[in-house]
C-alpha cells in the first residue's frame, strides 16, 4: 500500500545535477537522473567494491559501484541497465554478462527524492583495471565475501566512511531457497 499524493515543486535552486525543490511544505533535494547501485559478485565469491574520496563528506569512501543514468551527453535516453553495465566496467574493470535489477530503494527519504536501483551483475569477466572515467579517482577493491566483515571493519578504523548500502548487497548476494 502506497499513501501517494502528487505535490507541486516550487524550485528554490537549480544545479546540473540536482535541485532544491519545496513539495507540500518540505525542502527536499531532488535527483535529475536516476541512480544504478551495483551488487557484482566475481566467480571466486568476492564482492566488487570501489574506493573513492566524496566531496559532501570529505573523505574517501568504500561503497558498491553505482552511477548516474542518462547523464552524459549523447546518452539521455540511456536504459537503466545499460547504464549499470557501463559504470561497472568502467568503475571496476569488470564486465557483466547478466544484469538484472533487484529493487529501487530510497537513499535518504528524509532528505532527497533520490532513488537507488539496485541492479545484480552476474557472469563476471575482467577486462580492464578500471578505476572510472577522466573526472573520477577510484580504487577497486575485490573482497571475498568470506571475511569481509573484518575487511570493512578495517578499512572503518582506518578513517573510510563505509556505505551501508553494502550490507544490503551482502544480504541480496546470500544464497537463496
Known amino acids: 500500500m502506497t499513501d501517494r499524493t502528487t505535490y507541486e515543486d516550487t524550485l528554490l535552486y537549480a544545479g546540473r545535477y540536482l535541485r532544491l525543490v519545496e513539495r507540500g511544505g518540505w525542502e527536499l533535494v531532488s535527483r535529475r537522473h536516476r541512480v544504478a ?4 559478485i ?21 561503497e558498491l559501484p553505482a552511477g548516474l543514468v542518462g547523464d552524459e551527453t549523447g546518452r539521455e535516453d540511456e ?12 568503475e571496476t574493470g569488470w564486465r557483466a554478462g547478466q544484469v538484472a535489477e533487484i529493487m529501487p530503494c530510497p537513499t535518504s527519504a528524509g532528505l532527497t527524492d533520490e532513488v537507488a536501483v539496485f ?15 577522466g573526472s573520477e579517482d577510484i580504487r577497486v577493491h575485490v573482497v571475498a565475501r568470506e571475511g569481509i566483515d573484518d575487511w570493512l ?25
Open 37 to 40: 547501485v551495483l551488487v557484482a
Open 42 to 62: 566475481t566467480p571466486d565469491d568476492a564482492l566488487l567494491l570501489v574506493e573513492q574520496f566524496r566531496m559532501p563528506i570529505e573523505r574517501r569512501t568504500i
Open 79 to 90: 536504459a537503466l541497465l545499460e547504464a549499470a553495465r557501463r559504470e561497472l566496467e568502467e
Open 119 to 133: 541492479v545484480r551483475a552476474t557472469e563476471l569477466e575482467r577486462v580492464s583495471d578500471g578505476g572510472g572515467d
Open 153 to 177: 571493519a578495517r578499512q572503518h578504523e582506518a578513517g573510510f566512511a563505509i556505505d551501508p548500502k553494502i550490507y544490503t548487497a551482502l544480504y541480496w548476494s546470500l544464497p537463496r531457497d
